[in-house]
């Protein structure tokens, strides 16, 4: 069946990519009043959501790029949910050739930053509003409130954010979604966002592997444990999937279903942006990289399979206090998250700054709190600290989380510890709490590798005690001191 000519300008706006999050937003949209043109390069998949979702809204099907433009109102809001990479070039051109100035291209896929900020500054000189916006949530969150990360122009936020915020998820009453920054902006924090989620998928996975190891509890009881955290300032998203995953028992088998699946863990990519990034930006985000790297470790077969039943040399658990120790791991948990959520924000901070950003961490905090996987109690403490000390260098510096952090100290060693003298890897908490360390640290060995690039390649040092760069002259018998 083909689709029939559409009515030129009777759309509020449009969706082309008629996949599962396309359809979904789509969905949204026009469940909230908005009239939604919507396209696919195969014209099947629009004919399928016509047919099986046509009674939800204002839907205006089109059969060509040529309708589907032709069919918005003007000035032009055109969202492209594809995959991330050649195709949104390619419907980015296809959507361009047809527009004119003052329209809006919005792109809503995973796309990276820089990818956005190229395709920003080419559509603007040709007039056009480019958009690269982060939508978080999944499948579920695009149909019934997502979290949204518009970046691109404030002219371009003016006509699309009453759209999106109507559509985002509702928390207390305000929208998640808030314009974000220029150009690339949105589409990097929803990259960091995903980063933070490993890391916070990690710490849980942590603390329920501490739990089984040393306590020999059951996925089961581990859930009861969790369910308990989650009624605590550990609430969140990702706890009580967790709660879902250890309760549930595998038919065949009748064993906890964490049991049968595999234990090498995939990713998409998002993880390892953060990581890249961050490197390029010099902000060390330890927690969010372990967790990357302990994904990759995880689906290292080849080395996992050589390096089995290695001798540990570990003691074996003997812990008495077994109340003591689920409230020990809980700290440990919510110390070593704040420090991976803090580097998160230290990488979003130091890109606003490379990229001239104005970025509110304290918003994007709140608009983190609903609709996207790492919403969180947490969340609503981390807009507060933002919103007191917008230049807050490091989330531990703010009264509450600092107080939380020493609280949770003696407990954070002891797991740590504990988890190395028994065998058990904890990259997340280890890393996170010598994080915490060398933040702190008075002095650093950095100052011996100074004198080591300085040594073996005239790097050049700074000194304590005076201004300017040295250099010893380390080749000569006096070993004197230079001015470089
Ligand atoms: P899902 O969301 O269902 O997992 P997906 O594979 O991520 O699906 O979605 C891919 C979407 O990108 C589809 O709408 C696809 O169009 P087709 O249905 O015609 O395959 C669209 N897409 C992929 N490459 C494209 C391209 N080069 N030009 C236009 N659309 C493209």
Redesign the pocket.
């Given at each position: 069946m083909a689709l029939a000519t559409p009515s030129p300008s009777s759309a509020d706006i449009g969706v082309t990519?008629?996949?599962?999050?396309?359809r979904n937003l789509a969905r949204n949209l026009a469940r909230h009043g908005h009239t939604v043109a919507i396209h696919?390069?195969?014209p099947a998949?629009t004919e399928a959501v016509m047919a099986g979702h046509a009674h939800e809204g204002a839907f205006v099907p089109a059969e060509t790029m040529d309708d589907f433009v032709a069919s918005l109102s003007s000035p032009r809001v055109a969202i492209i949910?594809?995959?991330a990479g050649?195709?949104t070039d390619?419907?980015i051109d296809e959507l361009a050739a047809r527009m004119d100035e003052g329209d809006i291209i919005v792109d809503c896929g995973n796309s990276l930053f820089s990818d956005t900020r190229r395709r920003e500054a080419a559509l603007r000189e040709r007039g056009l509003h480019f958009v690269g916006c982060g939508v978080s949530g999944g499948e579920e969150g695009a149909l019934w409130g997502p979290s949204i990360m518009p970046g691109g122009s404030v002219d371009a936020y003016r006509r699309l954010g009453p759209m999106f915020e109507s559509i985002a998820a509702q928390v207390d009453g305000e929208p998640c979604c808030t314009h974000v920054g220029a150009d690339g902006a949105g589409h990097f924090v929803k990259m960091v966002h995903n980063g933070i989620e490993y890391a916070d998928m990690q710490v849980i996975g942590e603390a329920y592997d501490l739990l089984r190891r040393a306590l020999g509890l059951t996925p089961a009881e581990i859930a009861d444990i969790f369910a308990d955290w989650n009624t605590g300032d550990l609430d969140s998203y990702l706890m009580e999937v967790s709660v879902e995953v250890l309760r549930q028992v595998d038919a065949p088998t009748g064993r906890p279903l964490v049991d049968v699946i595999v234990d090498a863990a995939g990713q998409k990519g998002t993880g390892s942006w953060t990581v890249q990034t961050a490197l390029d930006l010099g902000v060390p985000v330890t927690g969010i990289g372990e967790a990357t790297f302990a994904r990759g470790l995880s689906s290292s077969a080849p080395q996992r399979e050589a390096a089995r039943g290695f001798e540990g040399g570990a003691e074996p658990w003997a812990i008495d206090d077994r109340e003591a120790f689920v409230e020990d791991v809980r700290r440990a948990l919510y110390a070593s998250k704040l420090v991976a959520y803090s580097q998160g924000f230290n990488e979003i901070q130091a890109a606003a700054e490379a990229y001239g950003w104005d970025i509110d961490l304290g918003e994007l905090a709140r608009i983190w709190r609903g609709g996207c996987i790492i919403r969180a109690q947490f969340l609503g403490e981390i807009t507060r600290a933002y919103t007191a000390a917008p230049e807050l260098p490091l989330l531990i510096a703010d009264d509450y989380f600092h107080d939380k952090v020493l609280a949770a100290l003696p407990s954070w060693r002891r797991v740590v510890s504990l988890s190395a003298l028994h065998g058990v890897p904890v990259p997340v908490f280890s890393s996170s709490l010598s994080y915490y360390d060398a933040v702190r640290a008075d002095r650093l060995p950095a100052a011996l590798i100074q004198g080591q690039r300085d040594y073996f390649g005239a790097h050049t040092y700074r000194r304590t005690d005076r201004d300017g760069s040295f250099h010893t002259l380390w080749a000569t018998p006096e070993r004197a001191e230079v001015e470089a």
């Open positions: 990519g008629m996949g599962v999050m396309g696919n390069r195969t998949k949910m594809v995959a050649a195709a390619a419907v």
